[in-house]
């Protein structure tokens, strides 16, 4: 079956320290892959998006990577502050934009 | 401010009655979408629009209505046949169904008691 996982344990680190969060796939050739963030009661906030052909993309503090082969997109936040604490999705996409998302993880950077 | 809006943030009804969540967008995206968001759970399609006048079935559109006679609305009908219908609904919308990102509203926290 078609499956997107991330860890739905909470991640706690410390403010300085690069949190890195997981997204795990199988059974899906997505053409691309985005990662959103969500505050509590709040819709979710696009971040980047990576192509299949792409191995890495940067914005600011934010690093995602892609690796088709073992089907696993991991998502950087370095030099952390308490402001990136929230939820992060990754999603996939499916085709014509239908993305599948994950079920998301939470970061709490503590001071 | 450009954006997408949906109304209202929070939504008491009575079981068996229909409610309609709205959704609006100034962006002129033609794509608009709805998702449910339940604890645990990841979000789930429920209806997409590609273009006015045409609306597709989403993962879980049972329960469901939609229309999309104007290009800047999509509203979202809960039926009295929807059996779970509590949950955090959030309305999106991109620049077209090929387009990867994708705008989403603040949400409607719907609770039918």
């Known amino acids: 079956s078609q499956k997107i996982e991330q860890n739905s344990e909470a991640l706690n680190i410390q403010e300085g320290k690069t949190a890195t969060l997981t997204c795990n796939y199988t059974n899906y050739s997505p053409a691309y892959l985005q990662w959103y963030r969500q505050d509590p009661g709040r819709g979710p906030v696009f971040l980047l998006l990576i192509r299949e052909n792409e191995k890495e993309k940067r914005k600011e503090r934010l690093k995602v990577t892609f690796d088709t082969t073992l089907k696993q997109s991991l998502f950087h936040i370095t030099a952390s502050q308490p402001a990136d604490s929230a939820t992060y999705l990754c999603a996939l996409d499916r085709g014509f934009q239908k993305l599948v998302f994950g079920t998301g993880t939470r970061l709490l950077v503590s001071p | 401010d450009g954006g997408i809006t949906q109304s209202p943030k929070y939504l008491f009804r009575k079981e068996g009655q229909n409610v309609t969540l709205s959704c609006e967008q100034n962006?002129?995206?033609?794509?608009m979408y709805w998702y449910r968001q339940d604890p645990g759970q990841g979000l789930r399609l429920i209806y997409y629009?590609?273009?006015?006048?045409?609306?597709q079935k989403g993962d879980i559109a049972e329960g469901y209505s939609v229309s999309r006679e104007k290009k800047e609305s999509f509203p979202l009908t809960v039926t009295s046949a929807q059996k779970n219908p509590t949950a955090f609904y959030l309305c999106?919308?991109?620049?077209?169904?090929?387009?990867?990102?994708?705008?989403f509203g603040q949400g409607t926290r719907l609770t039918v008691v």
């Open positions: 629009s590609q273009i006015v006048n045409d609306f």
């Open positions: 962006l002129n995206h033609d794509a």
């Open positions: 999106a919308s991109s620049i077209d169904l090929g387009t990867a990102e994708a705008f």
